[in-house]
């Protein structure tokens, strides 16, 4: 149990200690502040401490923000602060220098602390002040129109707690258990309801990441429904796929009620979302075919545009979220129109989210065919596709940025460039403003069409392959800083994933889609996983594992070499294919899985709705 120490004793007939209890804190008293250094060296050095003054009054739910989020090293309201173990240190430091002489810290439980204020000031916001001067972030959370304070006197207590009686805390809390920014069918068809199931959830003690197995399992039954091409196995399918899409709402909605974050539940949001879309996408692929239609090169194209469109976004944000002089006037018109409210919902709309992009697949898949599904699907994502790219074009051409180093570096580590690439890229290395995304892309289209339009068993799709090599590696030789730089990992997506796609749908091979498929699964995992790394603060995955994956131009190669061998030898291609996906597969999800149940893996949780 967290250990709760106030800074001074207990005010009679205050509900302070009951509170911190709820909030599972193991609550104790400093008699003086002198007595604070001892009790925090109690407590074992990994785990929290939490310091609160005995005279705090606000909501319940301002303490659980202040105290119980574990994504921050310190975080703090008036009157309490919570510190993790990192920050442990600093805070010792703090409490020293504030009430005098401290004893050691040692190893001990979570901690929170309150005690009478020393000098001006509350000591606890005096100690959050003090840690902040020593370098330690301490995160404030938006208390909105929750109540944290620290009366000075009978009459400010008492409209203190007036305050408190006038807002609702539980409101509150099932409000801001909503993302903030989500698409127009998740903010108005979904959450209005899934917010009191995340409720419900955390009322019979679920996690978070219960919640989420549950939404991948309901997506993989639904896909199983599809996978029997029969009219009742699409109306299931469509069901039980808007339910795994209200489930995948709510576990997110349950991690922030409950502030039950962790970066096991940040790897599982993470790829699972991209899971079961692709699952889904083959199980109509699989029930198409039971009615004799074959559509898996319209599902593989689905997961290909899908994958580009998120690379796009991620490269892009990359690029620019810490950019200087960052403005631009296309970015200020987006400004203005995210300022009107129709305009704001229509914008989210066309871009089709998760949410609106889901609620279309099953709606279709109850009432269309596969294929009609996966058409809807291609236009409306490729439409979505061309007005964002083409607005972040505009927005890169007409602002003056200048980009980082790091950014640079997110961008090199995006592009997924193997060992040939860092050979080649010595011999050929280049600059100038336009070069990278130039080069990526006329490397793309020379091994694409030379996918489309070549014989396979001739030596022009590996020349395409080779050529493409080559101006892929001359594109990386220099730092990414340039304005449409950003481009060039969404160009080696397209050229890699496209490829697969030509060769395996040109050989006409029984079983060469189904087995591209899972190798363009495979392969974008690995992208999604370095995509969340980097959004982690944690850099892309080692440089040991790109180079056995091989980087996009040696798969691509690979590929291409395969298909002029074997796509005249029957299911030879099919075994290739499939083979190689599995080597890839395992390679990257037991390292992924690896680092992502590691102490040291960073806790993404996404406040907006993807693409």
């Known amino acids: 149990m967290s250990t709760a120490i106030l800074t001074g004793l207990p005010v009679p007939g205050s509900q302070l200690g009951p509170e911190l209890r709820s909030l599972g804190f193991d609550v104790r008293s400093?008699?003086?502040?002198?007595d604070l250094p001892g009790l925090l060296a109690e407590v074992p050095s990994g785990e929290r401490v939490a310091l609160v003054d005995p005279s705090f009054v606000g909501h319940t739910h301002a303490l659980r923000l202040a105290l119980t989020d574990p994504r921050f090293p310190a975080a703090a309201v008036t009157g309490a602060l919570a510190v993790?173990?990192?920050?442990?240190?600093?805070?010792?430091?703090?409490l020293a220098d504030l009430t005098g002489p401290a004893a050691p810290a040692a190893a001990g439980a979570s901690v929170a602390v309150n005690a009478p204020a020393t000098g001006a000031g509350v000591l606890t916001d005096r100690v959050a002040s003090a840690l902040e001067d020593g370098g330690v972030a301490v995160h404030r959370p938006e208390l909105g129109s929750l109540v944290a304070t620290v009366p000075a006197g009978p009459e400010a207590g008492f409209a203190a707690r007036k305050a408190v009686d006038a807002v609702d805390d539980e409101a509150v809390r099932l409000r801001t258990a909503v993302k903030s920014r989500d698409g127009f069918?998740?903010?108005?068809?979904?959450?209005?309801?899934?917010?009191?199931?995340?409720?419900?959830?955390?009322?019979?003690?679920?996690?978070?990441?219960?919640?989420?197995?549950?939404?991948?399992?309901?997506?993989?039954?639904?896909?199983?429904?599809?996978?029997?091409?029969?009219?009742?196995?699409?109306?299931?399918?469509?069901?039980?796929?808007?339910?795994s899409f209200v489930l995948d709402c709510t576990d997110g909605q349950l991690a922030?009620?409950?502030?039950?974050?962790?970066?096991?539940?940040?790897?599982?949001?993470?790829?699972?979302?991209?899971?079961?879309?692709?699952?889904?996408?083959?199980?109509?692929?699989?029930?198409?075919?039971?009615?004799?239609?074959?559509?898996?090169a319209l599902a593989l194209g689905a997961m290909v545009l899908q994958t580009c469109r998120h690379v796009v976004d991620f490269s892009f944000n990359e690029a620019n979220h810490d950019a200087t002089a960052n403005t631009s006037p296309t970015a200020a018109l987006s400004g203005k129109l995210d300022s009107v409210g129709w305009t704001v919902w229509v914008r989210r709309m066309i871009v089709l989210p998760i949410g609106e992009r889901w609620a279309m697949i099953a709606v279709l898949t109850a009432v269309t065919t596969p294929r009609t599904v996966f058409y809807v699907l291609l236009i409306g994502c490729a439409f979505a596709a061309t007005y964002t790219t083409a607005g972040r074009v505009l927005r890169s051409l007409t602002r003056r940025a200048t980009r980082t180093d790091r950014a640079a570096r997110a961008l090199a580590d995006l592009a997924d460039s193997g060992p040939l690439a860092e050979?080649?890229?010595?011999?050929?290395?280049?600059?100038?403003?336009?070069?990278?995304?130039?080069?990526?892309?006329?490397?793309?289209?020379?091994?694409?069409?030379?996918?489309?339009?070549?014989?396979?068993?001739?030596?022009?799709?590996?020349?395409?392959?080779?050529?493409y090599a080559l101006f892929a590696s001359a594109a990386v030789s220099a730092p990414l800083k340039g304005a449409l730089d950003w481009l060039v990992p969404p160009f080696f997506r397209a050229a890699e994933y496209g490829t697969v796609l030509a060769l395996a749908a040109r050989s006409e091979v029984d079983g060469a889609l189904p087995a591209a498929f899972g190798l363009v699964a495979a392969v974008a995992y690995h992208h999604y996983d370095t995509?969340?790394?980097?959004?982690?603060?944690?850099?892309?995955?080692?440089?040991?594992?790109?180079?056995?994956?091989?980087?996009?131009?040696?798969r691509t190669l690979v590929v291409a070499v395969l298909a002029a061998a074997l796509a005249d030898r029957g299911t030879d291609f099919t075994l290739a294919l499939t083979a190689l996906a599995v080597a890839i597969a395992l390679l990257v999800v037991v390292e992924s899985i690896r680092f992502w149940v590691s102490s040291g893996a960073p806790a993404v949780h996404d406040e907006g709705e993807p693409a």
Do not use: M
Request: glycine share 12%.
């Open 185 to 243: 069918f998740t903010t108005f068809c979904i959450s209005p309801y899934s917010r009191y199931l995340a409720r419900w959830c955390a009322r019979r003690g679920l996690t978070p990441n219960q919640v989420t197995t549950a939404s991948l399992l309901t997506a993989l039954i639904a896909a199983g429904c599809a996978a029997t091409g029969t009219r009742g196995g699409f109306v299931a399918a469509g069901v039980l796929l808007l339910f």
């Open 531 to 554: 995509v969340y790394r980097i959004k982690g603060g944690s850099g892309a995955p080692p440089r040991w594992l790109v180079r056995l994956a091989g980087g996009h131009e040696g």
């Open 84 to 94: 993790q173990a990192e920050a442990r240190p600093a805070l010792t430091r703090a």
């Open 30 to 34: 400093a008699q003086r502040p002198e």
């Open 256 to 296: 922030r009620y409950s502030l039950q974050y962790s970066t096991l539940g940040a790897w599982l949001d993470a790829t699972f979302d991209r899971a079961k879309e692709y699952a889904y996408y083959a199980g109509l692929a699989l029930g198409a075919a039971r009615g004799g239609d074959d559509v898996w």
């Open 423 to 467: 050979l080649l890229a010595k011999a050929a290395r280049v600059r100038g403003a336009w070069t990278a995304p130039v080069l990526a892309l006329l490397g793309a289209a020379a091994v694409v069409a030379a996918a489309l339009t070549q014989d396979l068993d001739g030596p022009y799709v590996i020349v395409g392959a080779a050529v």
